[in-house]
């Protein structure tokens, strides 16, 4: 029935500002697959993932040989002037490469891949804790603009009621100035509530992937906390640190590798131009360290995977705190939102009525009826935030459990 009522406002509010009125309801598990299907987000991380996969295929591909055609001898003077006296060359050549390069090169193209793979997952993972956060902050906004315009009706009902007890002469010209004033005071706040739910609505819809920037959050039975993982769970923020060490390891290995020299191996056939003659040539070249060893990249690579391990310490921290903090949140928010879900709410609203009866009849203030009123609107709101908070806490604590 709430739900009813939440988007007939809607739909009265959106008119009454011009809007469209097609409103699109969706659930939480509706926003969460649409997010999978169609957020950029997920869609770069994915591109990058397969990138790294290519790379990784790359890697272990050892060079080309290289095949060489010479002419020598020809174009000068004196016999040399044509191509009677010149000296043909064709030759292979292949570098082979030494100090376990590919070995090292597919090492990091794997740890690579491995990390854009889990940095799919952890966009994934962000991804839905925002969509679950995005949800649950447009049914909030949705509820606060409802209460925005009861309180408004309410307003005006006083400001009525007031006029006419001034008119009778029971009640002075100042109380129907205070519930004029009460009653702009509503009318910017129901302002200000929608200008809020429009921009929930666009806040969900962008991270959907939606062009629809018209929606509405559907309620659903609320969720059930995620179980206590084991305390040696390997948490996906965890993964990626590790994923980012190996890398990190194996650029150091790639450093010392490319410290070591190649070696070009060549063979071939040469033919003398004016008696015709061949003979086979062969030859092997090395370049000589003598300038260049490699040690900056070395040292550099060797800092970097001694930051890494600071950086998967750090992770591991991070984690547990992440999931502590997150429990401990939820916890609370259960707490407050179980509190304040009882009786207090149907209280408060039979404690208004009384209210509004006594004031009609004289034996309550006008005070008296807005204490009352704003009990009610505190209470009512105090309840959409605990609920919000659980939801957040709840969104927090699915994303640190991420494996």
Same mark, same amino acid.
């Given at each position: 029935?709430?739900?009813?009522?939440?988007?007939?406002?809607?739909?009265?509010?959106?008119?009454?500002?011009?809007?469209?009125?097609?409103?699109?309801?969706?659930?939480?598990?509706?926003?969460?697959?649409?997010?999978?299907?169609?957020? $950029?987000?997920?869609? @770069?991380?994915? /591109?990058? =993932?397969?990138? %790294? +996969? !290519?790379? #990784?295929? *790359? &890697?272990?591909?050892?060079?080309?040989?290289?095949?060489?055609?010479?002419?020598?001898?020809?174009?000068?003077?004196?016999?040399?002037?044509?191509?009677?006296?010149?000296?043909?060359?064709?030759?292979?050549?292949?570098?082979?490469?030494?100090?376990?390069?590919?070995?090292?090169?597919?090492?990091?193209?794997?740890?690579?891949?491995?990390?854009?793979?889990?940095?799919?997952?952890?966009?994934?993972?962000?991804?839905?804790?925002?969509?679950?956060?995005?949800?649950?902050?447009?049914?909030?906004?949705?509820?606060?603009?409802?209460?925005?315009?009861?309180?408004?009706?309410?307003?005006?009902?006083?400001?009525?009621?007031?006029?006419?007890?001034?008119?009778?002469?029971?009640? $002075?010209?100042?109380? @129907?100035?205070? /519930?004029? =004033?009460?009653? %702009? +005071? !509503?009318? #910017?706040? *129901? &302002?200000?509530?929608?200008?809020?739910?429009?921009?929930?609505?666009?806040?969900?819809?962008?991270?959907?992937?939606?062009?629809?920037?018209?929606?509405?959050?559907?309620?659903?039975?609320?969720?059930?906390?995620?179980?206590?993982?084991?305390?040696?769970?390997?948490?996906?923020?965890?993964?990626?640190?590790?994923?980012?060490?190996?890398?990190?390891?194996?650029?150091?290995?790639?450093?010392?590798?490319?410290?070591?020299?190649?070696?070009?191996?060549?063979?071939?056939?040469?033919?003398?131009?004016?008696?015709?003659?061949?003979?086979?040539?062969?030859?092997?070249?090395?370049?000589?360290?003598?300038?260049?060893?490699?040690?900056?990249?070395?040292?550099?690579?060797?800092?970097?995977?001694?930051?890494?391990?600071?950086?998967? =310490?750090?992770?591991?921290?991070?984690?547990?705190?992440?999931?502590?903090?997150?429990?401990?949140?939820?916890?609370?928010?259960?707490?407050?939102?179980?509190?304040?879900?009882?009786?207090?709410?149907?209280?408060?609203?039979?404690?208004?009525?009384?209210?509004?009866?006594?004031?009609?009849?004289?034996?309550?203030?006008?005070?008296?009826?807005?204490?009352?009123?704003?009990?009610?609107?505190?209470?009512?709101?105090?309840?959409?935030?605990?609920?919000?908070?659980?939801?957040?806490?709840?969104?927090?604590?699915?994303?640190?459990?991420?494996?």
């Amino acid at each position: 029935m709430f739900i009813f009522l939440r988007a007939a406002f809607l739909a009265c509010a959106l008119l009454a500002t011009g809007f469209s009125v097609n409103a699109e309801p969706i659930a939480l598990p509706d926003a969460l697959k649409k997010a999978s299907e169609s957020s $950029p987000r997920i869609s @770069q991380a994915k /591109a990058q =993932a397969e990138a %790294a +996969e !290519a790379r #990784a295929r *790359q &890697a272990g591909v050892s060079p080309n040989p290289e095949l060489g055609l010479e002419i020598e001898n020809f174009g000068g003077s004196g016999p040399y002037r044509d191509f009677r006296s010149s000296e043909t060359t064709l030759a292979l050549s292949q570098r082979i490469e030494l100090g376990g390069k590919r070995g090292a090169r597919i090492a990091v193209a794997a740890a690579e891949r491995d990390f854009a793979l889990l940095a799919y997952k952890r966009a994934v993972a962000d991804l839905e804790r925002d969509v679950r956060v995005a949800h649950a902050e447009l049914r909030a906004a949705e509820d606060r603009a409802i209460l925005a315009r009861d309180a408004t009706g309410s307003a005006q009902e006083l400001a009525r009621t007031a006029g006419i007890l001034v008119d009778a002469g029971r009640d $002075p010209p100042l109380r @129907q100035l205070r /519930a004029e =004033a009460v009653l %702009a +005071e !509503a009318k #910017a706040e *129901q &302002a200000r509530t929608f200008g809020q739910l429009l921009t929930a609505r666009r806040l969900l819809s962008s991270l959907i992937g939606s062009s629809d920037s018209e929606l509405m959050a559907v309620a659903v039975s609320d969720e059930i906390a995620p179980s206590i993982l084991p305390a040696d769970t390997v948490t996906l923020d965890e993964q990626l640190a590790v994923a980012e060490r190996e890398a990190a390891q194996a650029r150091v290995r790639v450093a010392k590798a490319d410290a070591v020299p190649d070696v070009t191996a060549s063979g071939g056939v040469r033919r003398f131009g004016e008696g015709g003659e061949t003979a086979v040539v062969a030859g092997v070249s090395i370049a000589l360290p003598f300038r260049d060893r490699n040690r900056g990249n070395i040292e550099a690579a060797q800092s970097d995977s001694l930051a890494s391990e600071a950086s998967l =310490a750090l992770a591991r921290l991070d984690a547990d705190r992440a999931r502590y903090d997150a429990r401990m949140m939820l916890g609370a928010a259960e707490v407050r939102y179980e509190a304040l879900a009882g009786p207090g709410i149907a209280q408060a609203e039979e404690a208004l009525r009384l209210a509004r009866i006594g004031y009609n009849a004289g034996k309550f203030s006008l005070l008296e009826l807005l204490d009352a009123q704003s009990a009610l609107n505190t209470a009512k709101l105090t309840l959409i935030e605990a609920r919000l908070d659980r939801a957040r806490a709840l969104a927090a604590l699915t994303r640190a459990n991420a494996q």
